[in-house]
């Protein structure tokens, strides 16, 4: 791996820990967990699974306002081992830098977009992944619950914005970012 290239793209980025590209970071075999929780990563075990199988939700409390990882020479295998489809076509010179920045931007624009129409729909869980908060949101208008303060109208158009910008990202992501797919 090209050493330069976490700071290069990674440190613009962010999306494998902000709850964009994924929900939740499983602990492998060899993870200590004992100094996770010490770090803050608040550990949980896997609904219906053992106790020793444990997991954390994204966005990660470990992730810095300036795209650090608190944890880094600690961090979990799964996040040591995982580099994007965009991380490693630059990697391999597929993809020039200043495109895979452009694209980071676009994608982190394309996040943003999704977040404030979450906020104007009355979700405001910045600590929860944008799957959770779309499906939450969605359950609550498939149920007829309209967010306070907004008239019906006005609602369903901002949901019908949310559903094109959620679609739209999650385009932008299995394209440019997923690996593979069944990582979600
Ligand atoms: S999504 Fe890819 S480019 Fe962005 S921080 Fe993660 S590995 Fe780096």
Do not use: W
């Not at 440190?11 to 803050?40: I, M, S, Y």
């Amino acid at each position: 791996m090209n050493v330069s290239l976490p700071g290069t793209l990674c440190l613009h980025c962010g999306l494998c820990c902000d709850g964009t590209l994924f929900r939740d970071v499983e602990l492998q075999p060899g993870d200590d967990a004992e100094k996770l929780r010490a770090l803050g990563l608040p550990l949980r075990s896997r609904r219906g699974e053992e106790a020793n199988s444990l997991k954390f939700s994204q966005p990660c409390s470990a992730l810095c306002s300036d795209l650090k990882c608190r944890a880094y020479a600690d961090r979990p295998t799964r996040c040591r081992e995982f580099e994007c489809a965009l991380f490693k076509s630059v990697a391999v010179g597929k993809v020039e830098v200043p495109a895979a920045l452009k694209t980071i931007r676009q994608t982190r624009q394309m996040a943003e977009k999704v977040r404030r129409l979450l906020r104007e729909l009355g979700d405001a869980s910045e600590l929860v992944s944008l799957a959770r908060r779309f499906k939450r949101v969605k359950r609550k208008f498939d149920t007829g619950e309209l967010p306070e303060g907004l008239d019906a109208e006005t609602a369903y158009d901002r949901f019908a914005e949310l559903s094109l910008a959620v679609h739209e990202l999650d385009m932008r992501l299995r394209t440019k970012f997923h690996p593979d797919p069944s990582d979600v």
